[in-house]
């Protein structure tokens, strides 16, 4: 199957009542425990990749990478989409070399760390619309702030300081046309989310539903939405790692997003701290070994079962083979016909 938009993937999404997991890739086998785990669980898929991983990475080798997996893993719809781009000119530059989905983080300067005006958000994700869509690539926007720093992008903080307002929200979308919204309630990139289990108090869902009544029609996105189960920070802290004790989002409240409008739900530390625990505990074990492959072999496969745990959660299993693929010109032309904006 070929690269396909995240628009079709999410309508799909909407209409099964399920969410799909968005997983960041920065090399091989990261993206061949994606895949697994799709195949395994026969779910459709995005693979992201922040500008972080996009430089670690000469971007053309993880476009390539995503290529191979196209080819090798032909019954799973797989989206590469672009995450944080900071400015319209690094979604172009992932447009030009096939991201089949951007998303426009406005809601900073391009230096990634400045909070933005409404205004300026509006523009700069107006222009990445008008560009992404005449091509049928897919974009995502976000409205608020999010917590944290991660991959030097960020403004830091709780999360709390820019909870996205329901109003602004749907100013927003009606005046870009995007076709997800990344929303602020509280979550932070990075391990350290929350130093005790989240309530109401610091994870705003009653504000997603809000937002949900707001702009029923409209793909939500959770950021910053590892769980950080303490099994995974246990293995890490177990062969001679030091993690202090956090907490992430609950699998439970993820759940119940799904149930009002989130459809892409990101989730990046989980799998770090999977890969490496599973290298750690390699060279506590088996201090012996030096192949890279007998600790990138556990890493991966540590890596695939926290995804293929995730795939079933978020529903999105089982639902690989719902639908065929649309072409991102096909997609083009549907937008053409539509107009920017229209939904
Ligand atoms: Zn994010």
């Given at each position: 199957m070929p690269l396909v938009s995240m628009r079709q993937l999410l309508d799909e999404a909407a209409k099964g009542g399920y969410g799909v997991g968005a997983f960041n890739v920065n090399n091989m086998e990261q993206i061949q425990a994606i895949m697994e785990a799709a195949r395994e669980t026969k779910?459709?898929?995005?693979?992201?990749?922040?500008?972080?991983?996009?430089?670690?990475s000469q971007d053309k080798f993880l476009y390539h990478l995503m290529l191979a997996a196209a080819e090798l893993y032909p019954?799973?719809?797989?989206?590469?989409?672009?995450?944080?781009?900071?400015?319209?000119?690094?979604?172009?530059?992932?447009?030009?070399?096939?991201?089949?989905?951007?998303?426009?983080?406005?809601?900073?300067?391009?230096?990634?760390?400045?909070?933005?005006s409404f205004e300026y958000n509006v523009d700069a994700t107006r222009q990445v619309v008008e560009m992404a869509h005449a091509k049928g690539v897919t974009v995502e926007g976000e409205i608020g702030v999010l917590g944290g720093i991660e991959d030097g992008h960020g403004a830091g903080g709780t999360g709390l300081e820019h909870v996205t307002d329901p109003d602004q929200a749907a100013e927003f979308v009606e005046k870009t046309g995007v076709d997800a919204l990344a929303i602020a309630i509280g979550t932070s990139h990075g391990a350290y989310k929350f130093s005790r289990k989240p309530d109401g108090a610091v994870l705003k869902m009653d504000r997603l539903i809000e937002i949900h009544k707001k702009i029923p029609h409209v793909h939500l996105v959770m950021h910053g939405s590892s769980s950080v189960p303490k099994d995974l920070q246990d293995i890490i802290n177990q062969y001679g790692g030091s993690l202090k004790p956090t907490w992430g989002v609950p699998v439970e409240e993820i759940q119940l997003g799904i149930r009002n409008g989130v459809r892409k739900i990101n989730v990046d530390t989980d799998n770090r701290l999977a890969?490496?625990?599973?290298?750690?505990?390699?060279?506590?074990?088996?201090?012996?070994?030096?192949?890279?492959?007998?600790?990138?072999?556990?890493?991966?496969?540590?890596?695939?079962?926290?995804?293929?745990?995730?795939?079933?959660?978020?529903g999105q299993a089982g639902h690989a083979g719902d639908y065929s693929p649309i072409s991102i010109s096909e997609m083009a032309k549907k937008y053409s016909a539509q107009g920017v904006g229209v939904r």
């Open positions: 779910s459709p898929v995005i693979i992201q990749a922040s500008r972080g991983a996009r430089s670690y019954e799973i719809p797989l989206v590469m989409h672009l995450d944080h781009g900071n400015s319209v000119e690094t979604c172009k530059s992932a447009i030009d070399l096939g991201f089949t989905s951007v998303m426009m983080d406005g809601s900073l300067m391009p230096d990634g760390k400045t909070p933005s890969i490496t625990g599973a290298i750690r505990k390699v060279f506590t074990e088996t201090p012996e070994k030096f192949d890279p492959r007998d600790y990138l072999k556990p890493a991966r496969e540590a890596m695939k079962k926290v995804v293929a745990e995730r795939m079933k959660q978020f």
